[in-house]
């Protein structure tokens, strides 16, 4: 080979190396460079003398300069990229460190001297409820805007509840029933309900039997009341109406009404409705609100409902109390009619209830003054007053002589003369006078005598009784011989063959 051929073959492989050593290393690579320096520091520990190292092999000086390098081509070197420092992981922060102390102050004047377990031990107490759907719960109204009504069901819970169910909005801090009806993942909030709430309806696919929803009385026949929901309609039975009987159904149209759904067929085309199951889960509501606050001997108003032969119920506000015939007045009623009629209002007082049935016991004539109070001075022993006999019995006549108020004359005091019939002598309705015997006020008697008020008749001597009478013929004539008989003498009886 000749010399010149050898310096062009060195001048291409110097380019060569030149072009590797600019080229950067790939990361893959890494391993190769130390397994090469690490065969080269052997291999010159073992004396065996230097090698030629290509591109990444090769060692650089101190200066920064590779060995045996050439001038690059246009006499400009390329640049070379300043190495990263190689900081390493993010070191992890530790509870355990201290905070500053113009923190730890500022945390200290928030807290109140107050610990963060007690805190969040009342944050978060370990017995509050899990909040399941259908739940029914006692809610606190915390905040209301234009649609909603935002409601606190537990400690870290919240519910909405749309305004358009409620017929009276209640006020921020009062509570409410509420029943859970879903839950809201989007806006991270319960959707709740209150009892009785009426669904919106756009097809028979949301008539369930028993739904309850809001229908607008469009008319009335025979026998009950038209209605429509949505483009639906429906009716609502007479019996289904109300509570107590209707008797004007025109009253009703026009009217928006609460009812339970009680049979929805959309084949056949067919809704009925109720109003009165309404009414009555809102009459069982208040009844048991009421029987919790009433008190024996508390006076309340109510309606009469109705009047039976016995008495009056009366409506006290959500529940029907008996005034029993004997409580309607101080005087002798013989029917309720005669002081009360359906509709009244009357006020009475609460004498008897039953918390187990709910039964009460009403008095109107509670209400009324006692007629016995001051009775003594009213009617004296030895007066003599005016009266009415009211009734008659067997034994005697009843004489009223004043509301509340009756005496007995017995049979013995109606006549100077022995009466064996008291209706021979007075009647029922009839005026008397009468003379006052005695006034028993623990026992409610008076006695009274009509006799002792006329003077009583001149007796007629029994000697001219007797010469008035014709003289009596003696039917045995009168004999002053011994008497007859004993045993020394004959009975008679041989003369019919006894032997006495």
Same mark, same amino acid.
């Given at each position: ?76 070197? *390329? ?9 390493? *992981? ?32 009342? &944050? ?27 409601? &606190? ?58 739904? !309850? ?15 429509? !929901? ?22 009703y149209v026009g009217k928006k009404l609460q009812c339970v759904v009680t049979e929805a067929s ?83 007082? +609460? ?62 005091? +109606? ?32 006695? +009274? ?11 007629? &001597? ?13 039917? !045995?004539?009168?004999?002053?011989? *011994? ?18």
């Amino acid at each position: 080979m000749m010399p010149d051929d050898i310096n062009t073959q060195t001048e291409q492989n110097q380019t060569e190396e030149s072009t590797v050593q600019e080229k950067p290393a790939p990361v893959d690579s890494e391993p190769e460079a130390v397994e090469a320096e690490a065969v080269t520091s052997v291999a010159e520990d073992n004396n065996t003398g230097p090698k030629i190292q290509i591109g990444s092999r090769r060692k650089n000086s101190e200066d920064g300069k590779p060995k045996g390098a050439k001038p690059h081509v246009g006499g400009k070197a *390329p640049a070379v990229p300043a190495p990263v420092p190689n900081k390493g *992981p993010v070191p992890v922060p530790s509870v355990r460190d201290h905070l500053p102390q113009d923190l730890e102050d500022e945390i200290a004047a928030a807290l109140g001297g107050q610990s963060i377990d007690a805190l969040m031990e009342q &944050s978060a107490p370990a017995n509050a409820a899990q909040v399941e759907t259908d739940d029914r719960r006692r809610a606190t109204v915390i905040r209301i805007d234009a649609k909603h009504l935002f409601v &606190s069901l537990s400690s870290a819970s919240e519910g909405v509840v749309s305004l358009q169910v409620f017929t009276e909005i209640p006020e921020v801090g009062s509570e409410i029933d509420v029943i859970v009806t879903g839950f809201n993942e989007d806006d991270q909030i319960y959707e709740v309900t209150v009892p009785g709430a009426a669904v919106s309806v756009a097809d028979w696919s949301d008539l369930q039997e028993g739904a !309850v929803i809001d229908v607008t009385i469009t008319g009335s026949n025979v026998g009950g009341l038209e209605c429509q !929901v949505n483009s639906i309609r429906g009716f609502i039975p007479a019996s289904q109406i109300s509570i107590y009987r209707v008797e004007n159904f025109e009253e009703y149209v026009g009217k928006k009404l609460q009812c339970v759904v009680t049979e929805a067929s959309a084949e056949r085309r067919n809704l009925v409705l109720s109003h009165r199951s309404i009414m009555e889960r809102e009459a069982a509501e208040q009844r048991e609100q009421k029987l919790g606050s009433l008190e024996v001997g508390s006076v309340h108003e109510g309606i009469v409902r109705s009047v039976k032969d016995f008495g009056a119920f009366v409506d006290i506000g959500g529940i029907d109390g008996l005034i029993h015939i004997s409580q309607m007045s101080w005087d002798r009623v013989k029917h309720p009619s005669e002081l009360v009629k359906e509709g009244d209002k009357v006020k009475v007082r +609460l004498e008897k209830m039953n918390p187990e049935t709910g039964k009460l016991s009403l008095s109107l004539r509670a209400m009324q003054a006692h007629p016995w109070e001051g009775i003594n001075e009213r009617f004296r022993v030895g007066e003599v007053v005016s009266g009415a006999v009211s009734r008659i019995a067997d034994f005697g006549a009843f004489v009223k002589l004043a509301p509340g108020i009756e005496g007995l004359v017995h049979i013995s005091e +109606l006549a100077h003369r022995r009466v064996n019939l008291v209706s021979t002598e007075v009647s029922e309705g009839q005026d008397v006078s009468v003379k006052v015997l005695s006034v028993d006020v623990q026992n409610q008697r008076i006695a +009274l005598s009509i006799k002792q008020t006329t003077a009583a008749p001149a007796k007629e &001597s029994k000697k001219g009784d007797a010469e008035e009478l014709p003289p009596r013929e003696m039917a !045995v004539k009168r004999s002053d011989a *011994p008497l007859k008989g004993g045993r020394d003498r004959s009975s008679g009886g041989e003369q019919f063959g006894l032997k006495w």
